[in-house]
């Protein structure tokens, strides 16, 4: 059964750091496209980080470009999202996605259930 599970979401202050986790079972995350997404209340998900498959490349978005970064450890068959110096505006319910065979973050095939992240001082 094909399964992603984040973790790693609480409350952080103004200027704090969160690393997410989303541990995926069922597959190998290794061959596809993964990225976190996220979304606040009211608006609409956006894409926040993206790891290729097809280079290994990473991409995240100008929001939070020098804040954010996306990585993948294959033998714990995991993708992480480091967050740092966090503000209040990223405030939402991060997700975790997975788009099967796809090189880049869009379509995706799998989602996780989400883990709220709240900056807040």
């Known amino acids: 059964q094909v399964q992603l599970v984040e973790s790693g979401g609480g409350l952080v202050q103004p200027g704090g750091s969160l690393k997410l986790s989303c541990a995926a079972s069922?597959?190998?995350?290794?061959?596809?496209?993964v990225g976190w997404f996220r979304q606040s209340p009211g608006k609409e998900r956006e894409a926040v980080a993206c790891?290729?498959?097809?280079?290994?490349?990473?991409s995240v978005v100008d929001s939070v470009k020098g804040r954010f970064t996306i990585s993948r450890d294959s033998a714990k068959n995991t993708v992480y999202l480091q967050m740092d110096r966090l503000k209040p505006e990223d405030t939402a319910v991060y997700y975790c996605?997975?788009?099967?065979?796809?090189?880049?973050?869009?379509?995706?095939?799998?989602w996780g259930r989400g883990t709220l992240v709240t900056v807040s001082s």
């Open positions: 790891v290729s498959t097809l280079d290994g490349k990473t």
């Open positions: 996605a997975a788009g099967i065979l796809k090189v880049v973050c869009t379509d995706m095939d799998y």
């Open positions: 069922g597959f190998t995350l290794d061959h596809h496209a």
